[in-house]
Structures are given as C-alpha cells and as structure tokens.
Nanobody, 121 residues
C-alpha cells in the first residue's frame, strides 16, 4: 500500500535550519508530482512547494521562496525539504503528499502523517 513517512521536524530558533524528509513506498515514485503542505496551529492547510516527477521543475509559495528548497531522489524514493532562515511563522505540521496528474490537472490522493516544525523567536 502507499505510504508516505515524514521525518526531520523539531524545535529550532529563528534563523535556524531544518531538513525534512519523506520516505515513499508502495508506488512508482518517479511518476508522480509531490507536494509539501503545512498546517499552522488553528489555521488551514497551506501549500508550500511542488516538484515534478523528474525533479527538474519546482514551485514555491511566496512565503518560503528563497528560503526553502524542495528536491527528490527517485532512486532512494525520498522527498526532501531544506528549510533555511526559519521564522516563527513557519511553525506548523508539515506533510508530504502524493500528487497524481492527468491532462494538466493535479490533485492530492495520499498524505503522510506529518512532522512538527516549531520555530522559537
């Protein structure tokens, strides 16, 4: 079955860095877009970043552009989010998500359980 397992969250000070990882299994990783999505306390889901199946195309939310870097290693079935210059407003539960695509339409069909990122000021 499809599994997405995030890791790497933690508590860091403002200005610090964290690297999140998502281990994927149960499907052909190299054929799917992947997203990172976060949810801050008492707020809705916020899309953070996307990466295409080959890893050659990436997109970022305005709030993280220039600070976060998404990457993937299809051979290792791993998705990564490198987060630098972290701010208290980056505090959230971070999820990786599998994203099928068809005729240019993308949607999320599987989520991981999330990893908590907490940034202290």
């Amino acid at each position: 079955q499809v599994q997405l397992v995030e890791s790497g969250g933690g508590l860091v000070r403002s200005g610090g860095s964290l690297t999140l990882s998502c281990a994927a299994s149960g499907f052909t990783v190299s054929t799917y877009w992947m997203y990172w999505v976060r949810q801050a306390p008492e707020k809705g889901l916020e899309w953070v970043s996307s990466i295409n199946p080959s890893g050659g195309t990436t997109y970022y939310a305005k709030s993280v552009k220039g600070r976060f870097t998404i990457s993937r290693d299809n051979a290792k079935r791993t998705l990564t989010l490198q987060m630098n210059s972290l701010k208290p407003e980056d505090t959230a539960l971070y999820y990786c998500a599998r994203v099928p695509s068809y005729n240019g339409v993308l949607w999320v069909d599987y989520w991981g359980q999330g990893t908590q990122v907490t940034i202290s000021s």
